[in-house]
């Protein structure tokens, strides 16, 4: 048996690019549904080895390999990619975040009760260690993808991405 790396990597990344994003919006969940643990994993399987491994670096649109673009191409082009994938670490830090600006690491739907009793919201509100180690995983991902070739923006005048990105920062929680 032969080993493929790259091609098996490139083959998740297209499936999790199927799967996660339909009709222009992010799914959030898993098989367990959405929840902190689950939705993390899906960003660290797109971020961790793009910002880990030079040969597949999203951030640098002129540096991005064609196969790479081919595996992600339902997310867009050499530009786009990167811009959205921003867009959801934002998301995802608004939506795993407080009112009061805490963070929130509840395993939620994650967890799977035997028989007939179900979670109380006590439970089901508990924070876990899985949750606050993809958080912190996820975090430093999120400063490391950003760089000057994700922010030139195409879009002419009066239409910053940064500025989006900034926007959607300070304009309160998505909805989930």
């Given at each position: 048996m032969r080993m493929q790396p790259r091609q098996q990597l490139l083959e998740i990344w297209r499936a999790t690019?199927?799967?996660?994003?339909?009709?222009?919006?992010?799914?959030?969940?898993?098989?367990?549904?959405?929840?902190?643990i689950s939705d993390a994993e899906q960003?660290?399987?797109l971020m961790l080895p793009a910002t880990t491994d030079p040969r597949f670096v999203l951030e640098w649109?002129?540096?991005?390999?064609d196969d790479v673009l081919r595996a992600l191409n339902d997310f867009g082009d050499a530009i786009e990619v990167p811009r959205l994938l921003v867009r959801v670490l934002n998301e995802y830090l608004l939506r795993y975040t407080r009112p009061d600006g805490?963070?929130?690491f509840s395993g939620?739907?994650?967890?799977?009760?035997?028989?007939?009793?179900?979670?109380?919201?006590?439970?089901?509100?508990?924070?876990?260690?899985?949750?606050?180690?993809?958080?912190?995983?996820?975090?430093?991902?999120?400063?490391?993808?950003?760089s000057p070739g994700v922010f030139r923006d195409r879009?002419?005048?009066g239409s910053s991405f940064a500025h989006e990105i900034d926007g959607a920062g300070r304009s309160g929680r998505t909805s989930g």
């Open positions: 690019a199927r799967l996660c994003y339909r009709d222009g919006t992010w799914v959030w969940g898993g098989r367990d549904g959405s929840n902190s960003l660290l399987c649109p002129d540096a991005t390999s805490t963070p929130i939620a739907g994650y967890f799977h009760v035997d028989g007939s009793d179900e979670l109380s919201a006590e439970q089901a509100g508990m924070d876990i260690v899985d949750s606050y180690t993809m958080s912190v995983a996820a975090c430093p991902l999120a400063g490391r993808s950003v879009r002419g005048p």
